[in-house]
């Protein structure tokens, strides 16, 4: 209930909650107590979590920011809710976010903007930025979140907490709203890479009814966490440190990498010469993906239908035009593009094969050293309304977190320092595949 108090009191400035639920909280609670005192409690039994409101959630709204979806109570839950109630853990509510996890800045969502918890003026990032802003603010002390291109980590750096994104289908997307499906990843925040670890052992697992969920021994991602850093080869890409890095963010990376070295690790340098092409293919394969995933929304079934019109097909078109905000409605445009015949070679083909190059720059990279690091974003949280008007400007913040959904790798956010204006920096540490475990232990040597 500190949590609940906090969130009544905290959360009208903040916005980082759509649904908060007492009575559903307190009665999860108390079947946790129940589990507790007949001897059946794991060790987070009764811990609470916020999840983001793209997991369904059965008897919750679940919303994923649109008005589209602003009706509907999910009937079942999404594969991660199922092991978070199977683990004990208590609800305490569903976070804000970019409408369908489109943005950067949470600045797109229909329940209205979230803001950063250390400075109201800037944005939390996105689009998980109501997860953050919980997390950050001491409204939870864990949340869900998932990530396409940026989403757990780009909104964990600008408000200080520490984000994990594991590799592509060791989380199941089952349950999880679709965005861009080869893109789209779960995974969590926390207030450190410990407590990060705990959460992903839990949400982590093969689940047959995702296609692309894979199938492996279960893991204990605490594992490496006291592992000393001695003989880590860290890699620091060439590209990460170029033009567009702001001054005072470039400081504090160059500081994590010192401090690293004094742990014991050696650095060298890589390059990942593809990074500058990573902006111009996300933003045509996740469009292209997110017009095939929303074509469901029909005003049919279920999500939000017009209260007037002629026939069918207009039935269609207005619920999709009042359903949709115009992020979405850009997105859908440019994915039927890219995707219609003429253009499909020309731009959906280029951008795949792109994707292959991306990765390709990953493998080398890899060869020479255990992890890579780099910084988050270009800068720290920028001010509410800053870039909302001009979509490419918002896109390139995109830069350092985009090519590891395009190879689907696993990666982490981790507070690293503050910038000139007293805004929270994080630093980016991207794994090989399945290297969740010591990407942990990196950072939580760190911190
Ligand atoms: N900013 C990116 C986008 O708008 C990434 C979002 C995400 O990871 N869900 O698509």
């Known amino acids: 209930t500190g949590y609940l108090q906090r969130i009544d009191a ?3 400035q903040l916005n980082a909650f759509i649904t908060v639920d007492r009575d559903k909280t307190l009665l999860e609670a108390a079947a946790a107590d129940a589990r507790r005192a007949a001897g059946l409690a794991g060790v987070l039994t009764g811990v609470p979590i916020a999840h983001k409101d793209i997991f369904c959630q059965q008897g919750w709204k679940t ?27 208590v609800t305490l509510g569903r976070t804000n976010m970019d409408e369908f996890a489109m943005g950067s800045s949470n600045e797109n969502s229909y329940y209205g903007a979230v803001r950063n918890p250390w400075d109201l003026a800037a944005i939390p990032g996105g689009s998980s930025g109501g997860s953050a802003a919980a997390v950050a603010a001491r409204l939870a002390p864990a949340a869900t979140a998932t ?29 999880m709203v679709a965005y861009a499906s080869s893109l789209d990843q779960g995974g969590v925040m926390a207030q450190t890479a410990e407590d990060c670890a705990l959460m992903l052992s839990v949400i982590a697992g093969f689940d047959e009814r995702d296609s692309t969920s894979l199938e492996r ?15 880590l080869r860290v890699g620091l890409p060439r590209e990460y440190f170029a033009d567009g890095l702001a001054a005072d963010v470039g400081r504090i990376i160059d500081n994590a990498v010192s401090e690293l070295k004094k742990l014991g ?15 111009p293919a996300y933003y045509v394969i ?68 792109i994707r292959r190059l991306i990765a390709d720059d990953f ?44 190879a689907g790798l696993p990666a982490m956010s981790v507070p690293a320092g503050f ?23 990196v950072a939580h040597q760190f911190q």
């Open 265 to 279: 690790a050696e650095v060298v340098e890589v390059s990942l010469p593809n990074t500058r092409l990573s902006i």
């Open 147 to 175: 990530d396409t291109g940026g989403s757990i980590r780009q909104p964990a750096s600008h408000c200080g907490v520490t984000g994990i994104k594991p590799t592509y289908g060791v989380v199941s997307r089952f349950g």
């Open 286 to 353: 996740a469009p292209a993906e997110a017009s095939a995933n929303l074509s469901r929304f029909d005003g049919v079934r279920y999500g939000h239908r017009a209260s007037e019109y002629k026939d069918l097909v207009d039935m269609y078109e207005k619920s999709r035009a009042e359903g949709f905000g115009s992020e979405v409605k850009r997105r859908i445009m440019v994915g039927t593009y890219v995707l219609s015949h003429g253009y499909y070679d020309a731009y959906y083909i280029k951008a795949q094969k």
């Open 217 to 231: 021994a279960r893991e204990d991602y605490s594992r490496d966490l006291a592992q000393p850093l001695a003989g």
């Open 63 to 89: 919303s994923c920011g649109s008005k589209m979806l602003d009706n509907f109570v999910s009937p079942y839950d999404a594969h991660v809710i199922e092991q978070c109630q199977a683990a004990g853990l």
């Open 10 to 12: 905290l959360n009208p």
């Open 363 to 406: 493998k080398a990279a890899f060869a020479g050293c255990d992890v890579i690091l780099g910084p988050v974003a270009p800068t720290a949280a920028f001010n509410l309304g800053e870039k909302s008007g001009d979509p490419v400007q918002m896109y390139l913040s995109d830069i350092y977190t985009l090519s590891v959904n395009l």
């Open 419 to 441: 910038s000139d204006n007293g805004r929270p920096v994080g630093l980016q540490i991207i794994g090989n595949y399945f290297a969740e475990a010591k990407m942990l232990n």
